[in-house]
């Protein structure tokens, strides 16, 4: 049932059951509140969401009074903004003030409501009480419980979302602690949603401490490429510098507001260090490392080999987009009429596996996206690794694209090695591990943060990506951009045996 309210005076229709602070929420209307997190239950804690109600005696928490009809709500009148002032002056009474050594400065609740509605004449004199600081309580975890307001926001993690019941607040008064149970530390695959969700600089990051300051760090808004659920993140980069920091997930009905710590290390393969970055051919001597070689000079060479070659095939692994599947499928089996195309998929991996909150055994972002597109091509095919049977096979140009994130292919390795040990093979990937081997050409592609595209998760749900920079070489292309080159490459290659 809709019921219609006020707040500061325009009107609005809520759902029966709704709260102030989710309405207001719903139409962008400021609430400063710590406790109080769309993804876990109503703790009431922190006193900070207060509003005013026409007709009743006291302020109300926002978060946990339920719309009523005719309600008129005030969010920003003097009494509420003077109970803002004094909820953060309680607030701040232990905290400490080491706001410019803080990883969480930029982003943190505490410093950005103070600068809004903060006293800044403090009345609070007392010594602060000291508590513990810099404590590894966990995987990717550091607590530094004095900065901790004990909102409890990741007590109800611990207990709403995982389960796993690892943190509680002991004590009471100002002697209250946060912490972890008697000699047990915090070891799940999601713990890094506690740095999230940590309105504060209690908890944070291993991986992210110290390393950027966030305001010299922009957002892409693209999709975790880690697994077969598709999580919506924020993947934080510096466009200048070519550089990737970290991953925070994104509200998505897929992943609510969460997402696992494997997903979160699906930055580290983009950066420089591990990529190709350019395109290689084998040196004279196949036993020596391959040479770099212009991109334009290796697709030239493989459309010569494409007119030579009598069996050719191409192994594909689910790590690239509908778009990049389209355009290399069109190319190869609706322009060419190869139809040997091969699933490459890692051999230890259980597709029906499944964490019971986000993370999937299928650790490929687009394994339905890649048997649709086949099967628009004519080719029916059910999800597995057809490695050793295009290995077996007798054919005399491979074309591979290998996995972008080889960390999901457990065994790695030994494919590479078969890989290189058949007759003719243009191997096309983004990870610089693949130059250990020997091909005849190696290809240079962009890695899913430099490009927009389309995965389909393990529920046929569709997952966009959105490019974060350019890539990090420009020798660097995308599948759909090789394929367009290559298709170039051949047809003047026939119009040049037409014409002689
Ligand atoms: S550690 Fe952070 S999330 Fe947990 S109670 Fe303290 S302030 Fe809240
Ligand atoms: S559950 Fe899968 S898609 Fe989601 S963050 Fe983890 S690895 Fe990425
Ligand atoms: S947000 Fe409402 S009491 Fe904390």
Redesign the pocket.
């Known amino acids: 049932m809709s019921i219609a309210i006020t707040i500061n005076e325009e009107e609005f229709t809520a759902e029966q059951g709704q709260t102030v602070m989710e309405l207001a929420q719903q139409h962008d209307i400021y609430i400063p509140h ?2 109080w997190h769309p993804g876990l239950s109503i703790a009431g804690v922190c006193r900070f969401c207060m509003v005013e109600v026409e007709g009743r005696p006291k302020l109300e928490i926002a978060c946990n009074l339920p719309v009523t009809a005719g309600m008129q709500v005030r969010t920003d009148s003097e009494p509420v903004q003077e109970a803002h002032k004094w909820a953060l002056e309680f607030h701040l009474i232990n905290h400490p003030l080491d706001c410019p050594i803080c990883d969480q400065a930029g982003e943190c609740g505490l410093q950005d409501y103070y600068m809004q509605v903060g006293k800044y004449q403090a009345q609070m004199t007392q010594a602060k009480v000291l508590k513990p600081k810099k404590l590894d309580v966990g995987v990717d975890l550091v ?1 530094d ?1 004095e ?9 109800r993690f611990e207990d709403e979302v995982t389960k796993s019941g690892g ?1 509680g ?1 002991f004590d009471r008064g100002d002697r209250a602690i ?1 912490g972890t149970y008697q000699n047990k530390r915090i070891e799940h695959n999601y713990t890094t949603n ?1 740095v999230d ?4 600089g ?2 944070t990051s291993k991986d992210f401490r110290f390393k950027k300051r966030v305001w010299f760090t922009q957002e892409a808004q693209t999709v975790c490429p880690g697994c077969a659920t598709g999580c919506a993140i924020d993947l934080a980069f510096n466009a200048d510098l070519k550089r990737y920091y970290r991953i925070k997930p994104r509200f998505s009905e897929v992943n609510a507001h969460w997402m696992c710590n494997f997903g979160r290390g699906m930055y580290m393969h983009l950066n420089v260090e591990q990529r190709l970055l350019s395109a290689y051919s084998a040196a004279e001597d196949a036993h020596k490392p391959m040479l770099k070689t212009d991109t334009a000079h290796i697709v030239q060479a493989l459309a010569e080999q494409l007119q030579q070659a009598q069996q050719v095939a191409l192994l594909v692994t689910p790590q690239y987009t509908v778009e990049d599947y389209r355009a290399l499928l069109a190319f190869f089996v609706g322009k060419l009429g190869i139809r040997n195309v091969h699933q490459w998929r890692s051999r230890q991996e259980d597709t029906e596996k499944f964490d019971g909150v986000l993370w999937r055994g299928d650790q490929n972002p687009n394994s339905r996206g890649l048997l649709e597109v086949l099967a628009e091509f004519g080719i029916d095919k059910q999800q597995g690794n057809e490695f050793d049977t295009l290995a077996a096979g007798n054919y005399d140009l491979v074309i591979a694209l290998a996995p972008q994130v080889l960390a999901t292919f457990a065994d790695i390795e030994t494919d590479l090695q078969k890989l290189q040990e058949l007759p003719w093979v243009s191997l096309w990937a983004s990870a610089k591990q693949v130059l250990d081997y020997r091909y005849q050409q190696v290809l240079a592609l962009t890695c899913f943060a430099e490009q927009r595209g389309t995965y389909r998760n393990y529920a046929g749900v569709e997952r966009q990506l959105h490019a974060a920079t350019s890539p990090v070489s420009a020798e660097i292309m995308s599948i759909t951009a090789l394929v367009e080159k290559l298709a170039a490459c051949c047809k003047a290659q026939e119009d040049e045996h037409g014409s002689s």
């Open positions: 710590f406790c607590l419980t900065r901790c307001i004990l909102c409890s926001r990741c007590v943190l607040i946060i506690l969700i940590c309105p504060v209690a908890f």
